[in-house]
T-cell receptor, first 113, second 109 residues
Framework: KAGVTQTPRYLIKTRGQQVTLSCSPISGHRSVSWYQQTPGQGLQFLFEYFSETQRNKGNFPGRFSGRQFSNSRSEMNVSTLELGDSALYLC????????????FGNGTRLTVT | GQNIDQPTEMTATEGAIVQINCTYQTSGFNGLFWYQQHAGEAPTFLSYNVLDGLEEKGRFSSFLSRSKGYSYLLLKELQMKDSASYLCAVRAGANNLFFGTGTRLTVIP
C-alpha cells in the first residue's frame, strides 16, 4: 500500500506570493491533517479535513487555508507569503477523524525569500 | 492551551538504555503518542498510551501516568540507527494531536 505522498518536495517562493501544496493520503484514509514544522516550534497543527469538511483548525492566520476533494486528496494554500512561513509542511492521514496513529508524508520544504 | 515539554537533546552510548521524558499539561486528554523522526524524513509512529502503565514493543517501551501528566520512552540496546528526533504528542480537546518540540537523540559508539 502506498504511503502518504506530498508534492512538491521543495519549493522556493518570494514574499507576497502564494503557494499550493498537495497531499495524497493512504488509500482508504479519509482524514487528512496538516502540520507546520520549524526548528524552534516543532510540529504545529494547521487543520484537519474529513469527508471534504474542515473538522479542526489550529491557531494560524487566515492566509493559511485548505481543502479536501472527494477522493480524499487535500491541498493547502498559503497566500501573501512571509519570511516566517519558511518551514517543512507535513501532511498526515488516518482512516477516520480522531483516529490514530497518523501516517505522515515526507513533507514539502518551503523557503520564502 | 496545551503545554508539552521534553528535553531538547540527549546523548547515549551504543548498547545502552536511554529514557526520554515528556511532561504535559492539557485539557481533555485522550492519549499520548511517541513518534520517531530521522533527519529529512517523515515522523513514524512508535507507541500509544491511553491508560496508565507500561507498553512494551520490542526494544522500545512507553510509560504513562495520567495523574502526573508524565510519560517516558525507553529505548534499550541502543543502535546507531536510533539516532533521531523523538516526538511526544498528546491527543486532546477536539481530538487534535499536539506535539512537543522533540528530543534529538545522538547515539555514540
Amino acid at each position: 500500500k502506498a504511503g502518504v505522498t506530498q508534492t512538491p518536495r521543495y519549493l522556493i517562493k518570494t514574499r507576497g506570493q502564494q503557494v499550493t501544496l498537495s497531499c495524497s493520503p493512504i488509500s482508504g484514509h479519509r482524514s487528512v491533517s496538516w502540520y507546520q514544522q520549524t526548528p524552534g516550534q516543532g510540529l504545529q497543527f494547521l487543520f484537519e479535513y474529513f469527508s471534504e469538511t474542515q473538522r479542526n483548525k489550529g491557531n494560524f492566520p487566515g492566509r493559511f487555508s485548505g481543502r479536501q476533494f472527494s477522493n480524499s486528496r487535500s491541498e493547502m494554500n498559503v497566500s501573501t507569503l512571509e519570511l516566517g512561513d519558511s518551514a517543512l509542511y507535513l501532511c498526515a492521514s488516518s482512516p477516520l477523524t480522531g483516529q490514530s496513529p497518523l501516517h505522515f508524508g515526507n513533507g514539502t520544504r518551503l523557503t520564502v525569500t | 492551551g496545551q503545554n508539552i515539554d521534553q528535553p531538547t537533546e540527549m546523548t547515549a552510548t551504543e548498547g545502552a538504555i536511554v529514557q526520554i521524558n515528556c511532561t504535559y499539561q492539557t485539557s481533555g486528554f485522550n492519549g499520548l503518542f511517541w513518534y520517531q523522526q530521522h533527519a529529512g524524513e517523515a515522523p513514524t509512529f512508535l507507541s500509544y498510551n491511553v491508560l496508565d502503565g507500561l507498553e512494551e514493543k520490542g526494544r522500545f517501551s512507553s510509560f504513562l501516568s495520567r495523574s502526573k501528566g508524565y510519560s517516558y520512552l525507553l529505548l534499550k540496546e541502543l543502535q546507531m540507527k536510533d539516532s533521531a528526533s523523538y516526538l511526544c504528542a498528546v491527543r486532546a480537546g477536539a481530538n487534535n494531536l499536539f506535539f512537543g518540540t522533540g528530543t534529538r537523540l545522538t547515539v555514540i559508539p
